[in-house]
T-cell receptor
Framework: AQKITQTQPGMFVQEKEAVTLDCTYD???????LFWYKQPSSGEMIFLIY??????QNATEGRYSLNFQKARKSANLVISASQLGDSAMYFC???????????FGSGTRLLVRP | ETGVTQSPTHLIKTRGQQVTLRCSSQ?????VSWYQQALGQGPQFIFQ???????GRGNFPPRFSGLQFPNYSSELNVNALELDDSALYLC????????????FGPGTRLTVT
């Protein structure tokens, strides 16, 4: 079975500071992909970043980076230089080689303070 | 490039009724997945369609059914609505490549009274 755990229901960060959102996962698949999505209050899920389990380097996309620690089964999202528009729900998700579906965590609500 | 669209935006139905939700895939995508997101939770996978065939199904009863059309647009049908079906229903399209990201639509907010 696959499972995603996000232990931070809510987080605050000061504008322009960096913040780390935690994600741990469990899977028996030998190969898998990890995804982060942002969900503003409008409801649409916006893809942020992807990390493959066999990728040697941590993924980066602009202000987003993924701190992938395979042995610890963690895939934390780091947002640098937070902006007010970063206030939203953030979901960690995974897909295994044996599956076609995304498994989501329960999400973390991030609030950026001015 | 046209993004994923869904209709309607909001819907209110009565318990026992039937509902059809619609999704138009992003251009070039042949795979559509549907998710149910209850309030305060992460999305739960309902099913996926690839080139008009159901490609996989989550833990949802048979009263949740779907279709995918030759233009890769899709419908989600829910029969005999229950109060617990109240949720945001998200449609996502992708190219079908296993590791490709899924592009989500804005969702349909269904309320069952």
């Amino acid at each position: 079975a696959q499972k995603i755990t996000q232990t931070q229901p809510g987080m605050f960060v000061q504008e322009k500071e960096a913040v780390t959102l935690d994600c741990t996962y469990d899977t028996s698949d030998p190969s898998y992909g990890l995804f982060w999505y942002k969900q503003p209050s409008s409801g649409e899920m916006i893809f942020l970043i992807y990390q493959g389990s066999y990728d040697q380097q941590n993924a980066t996309e602009g202000r987003y980076s993924l701190n992938f620690q395979k042995a610890r089964k963690s895939a934390n999202l780091v947002i640098s230089a937070s902006q007010l528009g970063d206030s939203a729900m953030y979901f960690c998700a995974m897909k295994g080689v044996s599956s076609y579906k995304l498994i989501f965590g329960s999400g973390t609500r991030l609030l950026v303070r001015p | 490039e046209t993004g994923v669209t869904q209709s309607p935006t909001h819907l209110i139905k009565t318990r026992g009724q039937q509902v059809t939700l619609r999704c138009s895939s992003q251009s070039g995508h042949n795979t559509v997945s549907w998710y149910q997101q209850a309030l305060g939770q992460g999305p739960q996978f309902i099913f996926q369609y690839y080139r008009e065939e159901e490609n996989g199904r989550g833990n949802f009863p048979p009263r949740f059914s779907g279709l995918q059309f030759p233009n890769y647009s899709s419908e989600l049908n829910v029969n005999a609505l229950e109060l617990d079906d109240s949720a945001l229903y998200l449609c996502a399209s992708s190219t079908g490549d296993r590791w490709d990201e899924q592009y989500f639509g804005p969702g349909t907010r269904l309320t069952v009274t």
